[in-house]
């Protein structure tokens, strides 16, 4: 009898081994059908329904496989060191496991050269493989993973234990009695997100975290030597649309990266295995904004992940996500909480901007200041951030008000929308606009 059901039905590594061959062999198919065409912007209507097909077939098997083995990939990839992987690294590790399951680091690498419009949309990949790991159940170890301190933050922390001060390109952090200074200072674009500030300014957030003299994190943008704002305070103008229509913002490396690493890290605190077992050491530490100039996008996005905000009353805040035809981070999971639903949807859906002497600005900061008074209110919230009992309650309210399993579903939902929309026709007709007016 147990002979008849072997000979009936195959065995769990017959199926699992058919389904990785399934993989690779339609990647393999995609690949040569691609080498026959022209590039992606110069294929004509039967070309690219001709690639849509292939690009279907391929995304299909993938489908497939990872419904089956997203949690023994997941664990595969993550690991159980106390070293992080980041997630652009444990995509190229799933590429070398399952071969055509996500795109390889050559093939990312000539996409990286490309403008937007230009690419093949070997990120999307990536989104479909992340959604999966983070639905299964190894989803919570690899965002807890992706909660470690960064090597490079590791190798700094000596050096800003000794001086209190850490200078990179674009992001700095000072130590001051007990508070961590980082200021944002990326000059050439107005403190635009990219790549480069979000590794920075993780490194910034882990050492402020890893560091014990450290006992509150306060975040500012730099003064400007930008003609239109020369000698001002600027927060951040969001994503920096001119890289994204170059093809320099990576979906893994920077839009994914950012909501796991740094902003997470900024609600969360750090993971460290070791000392879970105590409840005064999880939750991190307090963090203040000071949300000069404006907040635009990503910089809205980031103020909703503090503990204080503090804005002189000239300043303003505003998602333009919808009109860039794209999602705005976690914001669609927390501003509904903060503004209410009707008025979230104003600003999320109708780009409703919401400036600081407005009332509703009650609902997103803490302090509205004028701008001579800004120096004296982030003293006052200092004090009042600096408070043992402070760190147990913003621990209980993260907790409780946004759990890891709520965040991971939404990010799993997040990772499949936001990259089919960054290669929507949509968004990349205005790209391919903007970068037209560029060359002219």
């Known amino acids: 009898m147990e002979n008849q059901r072997s000979a009936v039905a195959p065995s769990i590594p017959l199926v699992r081994d058919r389904l990785r061959t399934e993989v690779t062999d339609a990647a393999a198919r995609l690949a040569e059908l691609l080498s026959t065409l022209p590039a992606p912007a110069d294929r004509d209507p039967y ?20 419904g089956a083995q997203a949690h023994q990939l997941g664990r595969e990839i993550v690991g159980q060191g106390r070293h992080r992987r980041s997630l ?6 799933l590429a070398d496991i399952v071969p055509g399951l996500t795109p ?53 922390l000596p050096e800003f234990q000794r001086t209190g001060v850490v200078e990179m390109p674009v992001v700095s952090l000072r130590r001051t009695d007990g508070v961590a200074e980082i200021t944002v200072a990326n000059q ?58 170059t093809g320099q913002i990576p979906f893994l490396g920077f839009v994914m990266q950012r909501e796991i690493g740094y902003l997470s890290k900024i609600q969360r605190g750090l993971w460290d295995p070791r000392q879970q077992a105590d409840p005064a050491a999880r939750g991190g530490k307090p963090w203040i904004a000071v949300v000069d100039g404006f907040a635009i996008g990503g910089g809205m996005q980031l103020m909703l992940t503090f503990d204080y905000v503090i804005s002189p009353d000239t300043a303003y805040f505003t998602l333009p996500a919808a009109r860039e035809g794209i999602v705005p981070g976690a914001a669609n999971l927390r501003l509904s909480r903060i503004l209410g639903p009707r008025l979230a949807r104003q600003v999320l859906l109708g780009g409703r901007r919401i400036e600081a002497r407005d ?3 009650a609902l997103l900061c803490d302090a509205v200041v004028a701008e001579d008074a800004v ?13 043992p009992a402070v760190l147990a309650n913003r621990h209980m309210i993260t907790a409780f008000e946004e759990p890891d399993d709520h965040f991971r579903g939404y990010l799993a939902e997040f990772a499949e929308v936001q990259v089919q929309r960054l290669y929507s026709q949509d968004v990349l007709h205005r790209l391919e606009q903007q970068w037209m007016q560029r060359q002219h």
Do not use: W
């Open 47 to 66: 070309q690219r329904s001709r690639a849509a097909a292939a690009h279907g077939r391929a995304r299909a098997a993938r489908r497939r496989l990872l």
């Open 88 to 93: 652009t690294d444990m995509s190229y590790r």
């Open 104 to 156: 390889s680091r050559a093939e990312m690498r000539r996409e990286r050269g490309l403008r937007q419009a230009a690419k093949e949309g070997l990120e999307i990949d990536q989104g479909i493989a992340y959604a999966a790991l983070l639905r299964s159940s190894a989803g919570g170890a690899l965002l807890r993973s992706q909660r470690l301190p960064t090597d490079e933050a590791r190798a700094r």
């Open 188 to 245: 050439r674009y107005l403190n635009a997100e990219d790549e480069a500030l979000g590794q920075q300014l993780e490194i910034a957030v882990d050492l402020a975290l890893l560091d014990p003299g450290v006992r509150v994190g306060v975040v500012r943008g730099a003064v400007m030597r930008h003609p239109r704002y020369a000698g001002r305070r600027v927060f951040s103008s969001g994503i920096n649309l001119t890289l994204l229509c």
């Open 359 to 361: 009332p509703v600005a």
């Open 375 to 387: 120096e004296d209110a982030i003293d006052q919230a200092v004090r009042a951030m600096d408070n």
